[in-house]
């Protein structure tokens, strides 16, 4: 493998791990309620880190002892911040050497230039989650795009890690894959639904909810979008029995989600270019029940809480990986020599 292969190659894999890492920190930010830690954009009340803005958060602290704002929220949000501008910057050099090595590598551009569109989306829907205070609607979105941009990264990757070779007959299983990928996706929307609207906790019990099957629920305040956080678009509090309704929905997809990947991974796991992707995508639908339900039996610990978005990403990488693969069934096996 000569020099510009190997360079792009682990340009690729180190950002398609810090896009993971970031994902996670993600998590982190809104469950520390440091989303606000800075109220404006980019920087920190016009300066580029918190060292230069102790003046204002020492007097927002002030005015709101418990309020959005501190020092400690203030570089959580930074952090996250400084995290996605490395990530842009690490998404243009890829670009670069996609399109000026592109007969070299043997690969289009296509995808590495559809990659630096959505992290620069991304970075939009960034700022508009600050400047709409927390909009769920715009967090979510932050949330579904930042996965899109993952998957994205994941398909570059996936094109730069050996594998064995698929038959022709595996192509069969694309659609459902493809079917799986997007029955994910929904359950990831809605769960960052669940969580931009802080309705992890609103059921308390399992697998019954406030000991009912079909507890009473409001759905269509739940799920109404144009809507500021906590509240409702006629500005009144949101009720109890809309949070219901949006927990119990995410809770609910989930055995979908399940019932239809796990017969899918086995089945993947009979075509030897697929059985370690297929086996790790098992012990991840294990391991994301298993801290789905920590987070209400334990009243949603923060550590858990951010391994279940990180599980839920994780999750996502292996189908897309695995959608990647199966694209090339019929083929040779694809070999790390450059």
């Not at 360079?7 to 970031?22: A, E, G, I, M, S």
């Not at 400690?72 to 690490?90: D, F, N, P, Q």
Request: charged share 10%; aromatic share 10%.
């Amino acid at each position: 493998m000569d020099r510009i292969t190997r360079l792009y190659r682990k340009l690729v894999f180190l950002t398609w791990f810090l896009t993971l890492d970031l994902i996670m920190f993600g998590a982190f930010v809104r469950l520390t309620d440091a989303g606000l830690g800075c109220p404006d954009w980019p920087g920190c009340y016009g300066s580029t880190s918190p060292l230069g803005s102790l003046p204002e958060i020492d007097q927002a602290v002030r005015a709101m002892p418990y309020g959005p704002v501190s020092l400690s929220k203030a570089w959580i949000e930074m952090v996250h911040r400084y995290a996605g501008a490395t990530l842009g910057c690490l998404i243009i050099a890829i670009l670069y050497m996609a399109w000026r090595y592109r007969r070299h590598l043997g690969r289009s551009p296509a995808l590495a230039t559809a990659t630096l569109a959505a992290v620069c989306l991304q970075g939009a829907f960034g700022a508009w989650t600050v400047t709409h205070r927390l909009m769920p609607v715009v967090v979510t979105a932050h949330l579904a795009i930042g996965l899109i941009v993952l998957g994205l990264l994941t398909a570059l990757a996936a094109r730069e890690k050996p594998h064995l070779a698929l038959a022709a007959a595996a192509r069969r299983l694309k659609p459902w894959v493809t079917a799986g990928l997007l029955l994910v996706s929904l359950q990831i929307l809605l769960g960052g639904w669940v969580s931009t609207n802080y309705a992890a906790l609103a059921c308390m019990d399992f697998p019954m909810c406030h000991g009912a099957w079909v507890p009473p629920m409001d759905f269509r305040d739940g799920f109404s979008l144009i809507r500021a956080l906590g509240e409702l678009p006629s500005g009144q509090a949101i009720s109890q029995s809309a949070l219901t309704a949006i927990h119990w929905t995410h809770r609910n997809f989930a055995f979908i989600v399940f019932l239809y990947l796990v017969p899918l991974a086995w089945r993947l796991r009979a075509e030897a270019g697929l059985r370690g992707p297929a086996t790790l995508l098992l012990c991840l639908l294990a391991a994301q029940l298993c801290t789905g339900l920590t987070t209400i039996f334990f009243q949603w610990p923060l550590a858990v809480a951010v391994l279940h978005t990180g599980g839920a990403a994780a999750i996502t990488l292996v189908m897309v990986l695995i959608r990647v693969r199966l694209g090339t069934a019929g083929g040779a096996p694809v070999t790390s020599a450059g």
